[in-house]
């Protein structure tokens, strides 16, 4: 028993700094009014290069229209790993999705992007639809899409 409790208390003390290296950031993407279907979004993490690293968000529930999400896709590889536990429903014309996630320390001020791609049914798709450094600076200042994204906001 007391191997036990040793292992996990190290394990513990192992896990507890690596948690300590992130820290939670909510995303507020506000879409402009429009007519037409629920749009569907994808929120990722790019290198300064503008190379896919991670999913943040998802929104839209049916997978086989994220191939309309052109940059996430290829970045992605569409892998159900990649969005399992990050997304949720599409958002109408004019509303608001608001989703916290967990963002690693490395990202912040490291010449990294949040991208997002956007798409509505029988309309055109739009890669890059906003694309933001993302920075300490940046925190709370709201950036405007190219598309459908009327305004993009991180809060660190």
């Known amino acids: ?24 950031v909510t995303l507020t993407t506000q879409l402009k009014d429009y007519s037409g279907n629920d749009a569907y979004l994808a929120i990722y993490v790019t290198d ?13 529930k049916k997978a086989k229209y994220y191939k309309h999400l052109g940059d996430w896709a290829r970045g992605s590889g569409m892998n159900p790993s990649e969005f399992d536990g990050v997304s949720g429903a599409s ?8 989703v916290s996630v967990e963002l690693a320390d490395t990202l912040i001020d490291a010449g990294y992007q949040i ?7 029988d309309q055109r798709d739009a890669r890059g639809d906003v694309s933001v450094a993302l920075t300490t600076k940046g925190s709370g200042k709201p950036t405007t899409g190219s598309a459908y994204v009327d305004t993009f906001t991180y809060d660190l």
Do not use: H
Not at 91 to 98: E, F, I
Not at 115 to 121: L, P, T
């Open 115 to 121: 991208r997002i791609d956007s798409a509505v049914e």
């Open 91 to 98: 958002v109408g014309s004019g509303g608001t999705l608001k």
């Open 48 to 60: 300064a290069s503008g190379q896919y690293q991670k999913t943040l968000w998802v929104a839209g």
């Open 1 to 24: 028993m007391k191997k036990i409790i040793a292992a996990t208390c190290l394990v513990g003390a192992i896990a507890l700094p690596a948690l300590a290296q992130a820290r939670e």
